[in-house]
């Protein structure tokens, strides 16, 4: 934030004032200061924007006794109902909310947070200006995460009279990414004069532009510069706007660019240097993963940035994937390539390859070699987000079955458990036929299948445990008794009785070594909310609990006690997606 000097703030205020008054402006003598918006943007400016059409939107005024409910999922939607917030002191969602974390790796706790973020639940009807403080809130953490869609329709919901200084930054920057510059210069017009920033003014001096204003722009530039601000890549785009050529626009660097300069950059169609992924923020990667006229090598690792910050839809990021120009010969191969590529150009072609697999057994050895590649790096939850729909039409077959392991792991880290309980089923009748390797492999899923209900309650016994224990003998001694320790608390958490005698193995350094579980505000706060009903309280502490690692890197007491409170409050799908995470991580 640039401030004015005093000596501006007459110049700014006369500005502003033309703004409001577009008649005025355009009688106004020679030389007084001109509108920067063209008379009909001012005009419409001064009426307010139409909000009947807003569904999910009920805005109230912020006094003891109303409520607002505003977002763009319900229950029928994906999202929570109005009970979200319910018995829950509105301070503690105020306190909460900024604390959660961006999981990274871990699509189960995205979807959650999103829907948390999204969902049109209301505070109680005496939050009062809290309302305001969680708005921000959510719009700024979805900023966070670049998930461009989902603070541009959020923050299009936001009524005036609920609108700070930080909305409405928010909600210029969604208007200029989405280029609706009408828009985002009204909203300019507005705030040139109640804010000492220099960012409304630049601003300002682009929509001046755009219209073809060049003495408003002239004068724009010249306050800018007694400001001493310093943007030479902004004014360069600036000039080019008011002196269009034939020639490209070549700029030295577009690193760390605001979404101003980034919008007025696609604007002008200028070359995007090679530095435009550099420091870019999460927002400003989101457009830049759907710029047509960025390389699409770059297009694909911005994609896959937001995608981990949890940002970009599944439906949007196969889309991105897809427009990969690979050939024929390419995806054929894309087992043996991808592991030469760059991160993202590999996720692309291993996404294209299963897709375009001809038949069932050819897509199925495609997911084996993703997987190999995805297990690697620590990525399967993020390409079982990429190509659960795809491997969901792969149908069990003596051909296919040699990958029913990682299908069935894809399938569950997806929170696809009918798909996959297919899987096990067709596993176990092929062990049951006396196959060696398919009995092997249906021990080893076993407890992925009952964590993620891929497998009906009756599969769990003592004498199965015990089975699958045995099975784990080879491994080195303390990853076999970590894996025991997360699987043991999972599944009590879950509700399944893990017998005294198989505790009774873990008696030595790995339980001694556990994290008890913490006297820290926020997990016992977690389990009070899960105990008292507290939905939307739950998942927000849930998260928090979980930090930035997730699920792969939550001590197993935590992660245990994350799932019982998320099943506690009527959430078990999510808890056992999060779980599977959780053992996925750790070998499983």
Known sequence: MTPFPSRLRAALSALAFTLALPALAQ??????????????????????????????????????????????????????????????????????????????????????????????????PQAGDAERTVIAARLRLLAARGDLGGLTALAGRVGRELEDDEMVRLKTTALLLGEDFEEACITASDQVGRTADAEWLKLLAFCRALSGDRAGAAL???????????????????????????????????????????????????????????????????????????????????????????????????????????????????????????????????????????NGAERARMVQAASLLAASQRALPALAYLVADAVAEIAPTPETLPAAADITRLLLLAGRSQEAALWYAALRATASGGDGKATATLIDLWPLAIVGAAADAASFSPEILDLWRQNRQALDEDARRQQELTLFTLLEALGYAVPEIAWAGLSGDAAARAEAPPSDPIWTGMIEAAAGGRVGETVLSAAIVCAKGGPAATPPLLMASVVRALKDVGLEADARRLAIEALVARGF
């Open 27 to 124: 009688e106004a003598p020679p030389g007084a200061p001109r509108s920067i918006l063209p008379p009909a943007l001012a005009e419409d400016a001064a009426s307010p924007a139409d909000s009947g059409s807003r569904p999910l939107v009920e805005t109230g005024s912020l006094t003891q006794g109303s409520a607002v409910r505003l977002g763009i999922l319900d229950a029928g939607s994906g999202g929570f109902d109005d009970t979200l917030w319910r018995d829950t002191p509105p301070a503690t969602v105020t306190t909460l909310l900024p604390n959660l974390p961006i999981a990274q790796g871990s699509p189960a706790l995205h979807d959650l947070n999103r829907r948390l973020l999204l969902s049109a639940a209301p505070l109680t």
């Open 220 to 358: 724009a530039i010249e306050l800018l510069q007694e400001t001493a601000v310093d943007d030479p890549t902004f004014y360069q785009l600036l000039n080019a706007r008011l002196q269009p050529s034939d020639a490209l626009v070549k700029l030295k660097s577009l690193r760390s660019a605001s979404p101003l300069v980034l919008a007025m950059a696609l604007e002008q169609g200028a070359a995007l240097p090679e530095d435009t992924l550099d420091d870019a923020a999460p927002l400003v990667l989101a457009k830049l993963a759907a710029t047509p006229a960025l390389a699409i090598e770059k297009r694909l690792q911005a994609a896959r940035a937001v995608a981990e910050l949890g940002g970009m839809p599944a439906d949007r990021l196969r889309e991105i994937y897809a427009a990969a120009p690979f050939s024929k010969l390419d995806r054929i191969g894309a087992a043996l390539i991808a592991a030469e590529l760059p991160p993202a150009l590999a996720d692309a072609l291993l996404y294209q390859g299963i897709v375009a697999a001809n």
